[in-house]
DNA sequence: CGGAATCCCAAAAGATACTG
DNA sequence: CAGTATCTTTTGGGATTCCG
């Protein structure tokens, strides 16, 4: 995945005399860098406020160092992402969402929010049968 | 993947007395169902009303008939989609939203909203360099 | 037109172990 | 604690061809 800032989109759109929406390519230009299993819930997390790399793999629940390390580096090319290394001993690193993951609040509103639904929904059509 | 409606979850969340909040859980469940490069601009296509197969595959732009099938065939599974076959020779078949699709009509708005304003940054980011 | 069949590849993700 | 290294598996996705 090459997702650094200079080639941010999720390619070109033919957009010719068809009907090809800029709402198609708005979607999938979104998706191209929030692309996969982590990087919502894990912006989501930050969204609370700033934490350690531990905090946001418990917080996350079954993420595997490497794969959460891999995604914040991809999350901080992208600006999406701060990290701050505080000199203790040991060492201390924290993780904070800059203030362009915040345009994204809207979006992991409605997606949470529908996400605490399809729960319900699924649960509810195990129940009755 | 399995996303039929008995198993249409992002896996257990182990919220015990740690900091696991819903809202990581609700993403997750909902990106569960939702993943991949195509559900979300395929749902979005189908927003504006039935489409053919093929029209779908041109509003998408570069989906290949395999992976457009075996996307339709899990939206269908999970109820996000109809499929309806109109006996014409040749047969017509329209694919279509189901209610329940039309649960994500926020979802998709903030998530093209963003996209589209993303892919205004980065073109901006690159002018300036 | 609406797919299915086959082959193939790259990337995503997980398991496990290890290090400063 | 905050990762890295290695290995393996999975799956997503694409190319091409073919069929009723």
Same mark, same amino acid.
């Not at 650094?4 to 390619?11: C, F, M, P, R, S």
């Not at 010719?16 to 230009?29: F, H, L």
């Given at each position: ?66 794969? #959460?390390?891999?995604? /914040?580096? %991809? !999350? ?6 701060? $990290?701050?290394? =505080? ?16 345009? #994204?609040?809207?979006? /992991?509103? %409605? !997606? ?6 399809? $729960?319900?929904? =699924? ?7």
């Amino acid at each position: 995945m090459k997702t650094d800032l200079t080639n941010g989109l999720g390619g070109d759109h033919p957009c010719g005399q068809n009907a090809c929406s800029e709402g198609v390519t708005g979607i999938r230009d979104a998706l191209y860098v929030l692309n996969g299993k982590w990087k919502l819930p894990l912006l989501f997390a930050l969204t609370e406020g700033p934490a350690r790399f531990k905090d946001i793999q418990r917080t996350l629940g079954d993420i595997t160092p490497k794969i #959460l390390s891999k995604e /914040l580096k %991809e !999350l901080e090319l992208n600006e999406f992402v701060i $990290r701050r290394v =505080i000199p203790t001993v040991p060492v201390t690193v924290t993780y904070e969402i800059t203030d362009y993951s915040r345009s #994204l609040q809207q979006v /992991l509103h %409605e !997606l949470k929010v529908w996400g605490i639904n399809h $729960r319900q929904r =699924i649960v509810a059509s195990r129940k009755s049968k």
